[in-house]
């Protein structure tokens, strides 16, 4: 159906092979798309949830993001991230929806379609996390993902567990599983959830951070991801990244702002397809009170 289509190419998919529930693999932070979404072994980063669980206990206040994406073909995503530090432990939770409206439905070929209907994805997510020792700290997370087309709908549940090790005192190593869970049924056709493994670095030089990631999806090839961010001053930071191994994502792009005491953040992401698919745009907003 092209609903499904719009749904599938829209998402920032880590398998260019067809799965259900698309917004389990789109990067919905401003910040995490323009670094490539190099965030496995990130942290201080409500979106961090969709990565690596673990990587909440790097959050030291209560905070909340809110990004939204406009994508090609009309497809937009709304996404709201918050963590919050219990302690020793972290927790946090995020809300998703990726749709589209206004499809044309037929049943043959036609000039005028017989009505217009929508699509769309949502997913319910929580996630806790904390240290096992002063170097390494775990992380688990479970979300409710629900999927709708026209009158038709299905759900699912997707569990991730993720570790994050402090190799060295400027570099990070994070590995984490996502979107696991048993195959589930659209109408009469079962598919699988996207599940991934994520492994990469992070390795701050200063005012920067040196980022790669491997992206391990169960019914695709390996990818890579490279990014790298760059603190102009404290209130500025520059980003990009590079996708390897996708058939039409490669590029991304973002800067974010904020101010001295960083109580307000707003960060921006591009990323641009090729096959002539367009661009896509991130817009976030980041409160930590």
Wanted: proline share 5%; net charge negative.
């Amino acid at each position: 159906m092209l609903s499904s289509v719009i749904l599938a190419t829209a998402a920032q998919a880590q398998s260019d092979k067809p799965t259900g529930f698309s917004v389990l693999t789109i990067g919905g932070g401003a910040r995490a798309v323009g670094l490539a979404e190099t965030m496995a072994a990130d942290g201080d980063d409500p979106f961090v949830i969709e990565y690596n669980p673990a990587g909440l206990t790097k959050v030291d206040r209560f905070t909340v993001s809110f990004a939204h994406n406009k994508y090609f073909l009309d497809t937009r995503g709304e996404y709201l991230a918050a963590a919050v530090p219990l302690g020793r432990w972290a927790a946090g939770v995020r809300v998703g929806y990726v749709g589209t409206d206004d499809i044309p439905l037929r049943d043959g070929p036609s000039e005028q379609p017989l009505g217009l209907y929508g699509a769309s994805d949502g997913i319910f997510q929580g996630a806790i996390a904390g240290p096992i020792d002063e170097r390494l700290s775990v992380g688990v997370s479970a979300a409710w993902v629900v999927e709708h087309i026209d009158v038709e709908s299905a759900e699912a549940v997707a569990l991730g567990a993720g570790i994050l090790y402090k190799l060295q005192q400027r570099v990070m190593l994070g590995v984490a599983f996502t979107n696991v869970g048993p195959p589930t049924k659209f109408i009469e056709r079962e598919f699988k959830l996207p599940n991934l493994m994520r492994a990469g670095t992070v390795v701050t030089l200063a005012a920067a951070t040196a980022r790669a990631e491997m992206v391990v999806a169960d019914n695709d090839n390996v990818k890579w991801h490279l990014g790298g961010e760059y603190a102009v001053d404290p209130r500025i930071a520059i980003r990009a990244g590079v996708k390897v191994g996708y058939d039409t994502q490669w590029l991304a792009a973002g800067f974010g702002a904020q101010l001295p005491d960083g109580r307000l953040g707003v960060d921006y992401a591009y990323a641009p397809y090729t096959d002539d698919l367009g661009t896509t745009h991130r817009f976030g907003i980041t409160v930590r009170p």
